[in-house]
């Protein structure tokens, strides 16, 4: 199915987006940046065992892996020098049990689940912690600007620009919240992406989301914490962000403007799955809408960053 082979998959069910097409969108769009990986996907229909269950998307899973995220993967003995920085994979998960699961609460508050190495070694976890620590501290620094000592020493600016982009012109309701995933190479620094989970983005309307308009920031919102606001203080990076938007957007207008063909294969089983599982389809899941609502976010956003 022309992706990279591998032994794990995904049946994605998109369960609350009825048009089926706010990941495959996201997916697309994130394809037009230079985050390292993003999952590949295909639509497939399910019967199991005679019974009809509806559409879903086949595909690959964010796990460190040839072809995937590609890291150094860690074993118990890296515990010191250069093999101790990395690499590791970390989740932001509001619902993170630390008592189940590896991982820490940051000096912010934010739950950040430790996905790689898988179970961290105590200095290992020790390490990650206290490196997103020193992140959060150098971000919220009177000196958070300073290229040297400031949060540019811990984040790569380059890819936050890129997944902040996409999660902001979809309205990932997810986004520094849960399923927002980012990598700590060995000897690098803290690297957003890859994107996932956009089910309740692009003006989702159910009752897990009110329908959000198209107008209005998002992600850099005091709700989210505090150090994604205080990147967004600095006019260096607002201007980084800016310039960043005004190169993809021919990309990222051609991924809308797409929107009815890659609808157009699936537009039968949208009918048998929402038969299926009895799911309301609203207005806001017609394809016409997320072409008028991507273009309204596109040019809300063009005319407001930096």
Known sequence: MGMTTNRDWILLANFYDPSHLRTELAFDLSRQTDLSFTPTYRYVEVILNGRYDGLYMLGEQVEVDSGRVELD????????????TGGYMLEFDFRLDTAVEPGFVSGEGVKVAIKEPDPPAHEQAAYIRSYFNAFEAA????????????????LDVDAFIDWYIIA???????AAWASTF??????GKLTFGPVWDFDLSMGTKNEHSPGWPATGWWINLPV???WIPRLFEDPALRAQTAARFAELRPALETVVAQIPKTAEPISTARL???GRWKRTV???DKDAFLVNWLTDRINWMSGRLG
């Open 73 to 84: 993967e860690m074993g118990p003995t890296d515990n010191s020098g250069e093999a101790l």
């Open 139 to 154: 971000t919220l620094s009177p000196t958070f600007a300073d290229p040297v000592t400031g949060f540019r020493s811990y």
């Open 168 to 174: 902001e012109l979809t309205r990932q309701q997810d």
């Open 182 to 187: 980012l990598t700590k190479p060995r000897n």
């Open 224 to 226: 989210f914490g505090k």
């Open 272 to 274: 048998m799955d929402a």
């Open 282 to 284: 609203t207005s806001n």
